[in-house]
């Protein structure tokens, strides 16, 4: 994999996954947005647009959704800390 391969993958899940942030600004919402998004901008920029890409949808929400809301609760959990 290439440097373009990888920003070609990444990009398009961190644009769209910081957009839903700015505006939902909660996790769950944010969370299937963002990978929607995601998803979507990464299907029209390589034209993988074939069924096979709701298998990609399907792991992707899995995958992000298991590594990011643990990094949520935990600096969640951190920041009421630091508030009281």
């Known amino acids: 994999m ?23 600004k909660r996790f769950v919402p944010t969370w299937l947005l963002g990978v929607t998004g995601g998803v979507v901008v990464r299907m029209l920029i390589l034209g993988h ?17 298991a590594v990011a809301f643990p990094v949520w609760w935990l600096l969640r959990k951190r920041v009421r800390r630091a508030d009281q």
């Not at 990888?6 to 990009?11: E, G, I, N, P, V």
């Not at 647009?49 to 959704?65: N, T």
């Open 49 to 65: 647009e074939r069924w096979s890409e709701l298998a990609f949808y399907a792991v992707s929400l899995a995958f992000i959704g």
């Open 2 to 24: 290439t440097l373009g391969g990888y920003a070609a993958d990444t990009l398009p899940f961190l644009g769209a996954w910081f957009a839903a942030a700015w505006w939902t």
